[in-house]
T-cell receptor, first 113, second 114 residues
């Protein structure tokens, strides 16, 4: 079936640089996307979301880009800090209810001091 | 503080034993969910509830049971029928059941088999 995937399972970034985490999705009907951050042994933490009628949304130090033409989602983190080290995963809503979120496997971001 | 509380943090199950994971939220959210997380895999939905006294099976409900007697509480029982219960279990809640609802997660329970 269709599912959310990631291009890179691990990413190492120098402190202060920008990070880009990618996510490919295959369900063209998906209408809502979320990025989560999960630190080791903890629950996922909401970062930012975007609806399919938008192509960009900015938060504090984070930007999500949505390219519906190629079914691609990315999370950009500006001035990456050691506290950003975690697993990041995207989720897409493939249906009509919040229970229909499909989660990707995640990308581990390691920040080098 | 508002949030979702899961307990215990760590839980061990013996063969043939049922164990119950607790999930409580004080966010006044209508919808609650249970997910299972295995290493290297995405979250998989076990059960969800969009209103008190009602719940629905998710993608991997076999071997699990839930109840929703109160809005704040959504306990998950891992029964002896679940042959591979070792995983990290996450409870989540959302304001409602709409397509663009944000899910907020608890800190998880790591279940292991003795």
């Amino acid at each position: 079936g269709e599912s959310v995937g990631l291009h890179l399972p691990t990413l190492s970034v120098q402190e202060g640089d920008n990070s880009i985490i990618n996510c490919a999705y295959s369900n063209s009907a998906s209408d809502y996307f979320i990025w989560y951050k999960q630190e080791s042994g903890k629950g996922p933490q909401f970062i930012i979301d975007i609806r399919s009628n938008m192509d960009k949304r900015q938060g504090q130090r984070v930007t999500v880009l949505l390219n519906k033409t190629v079914k691609h989602l990315s999370l950009q983190i500006a001035a990456t800090q050691p506290g950003d080290s975690a697993v990041y995963f995207c989720a897409e809503n493939t249906g009509a209810g919040s229970y229909q979120l499909t989660f990707g496997k995640g990308t581990k971001l390691s920040v080098i001091p | 503080d508002g949030g979702i509380t899961q307990s215990p943090k760590y839980l061990f199950r013996k063969e043939g034993q049922n164990v119950t994971l607790s999930c409580e939220q004080n966010l006044n959210h209508d919808a609650m969910y249970w997910y299972r997380q295995d290493p290297g895999q995405g979250l998989r939905l076990i059960y969800y509830s969009q209103i008190v006294n009602d719940f629905q099976k998710g993608d991997i409900a076999e071997g699990y049971s839930v109840s929703r007697e109160k809005k704040e509480s959504f306990p998950l029982t891992v029964t002896s029928a679940q042959k591979n219960p070792t995983a990290f279990y996450l409870c989540a809640s959302a304001r409602g059941g709409g397509v663009d609802e944000k899910l907020f997660f608890g800190s998880g329970t790591q279940l292991s088999v003795l």
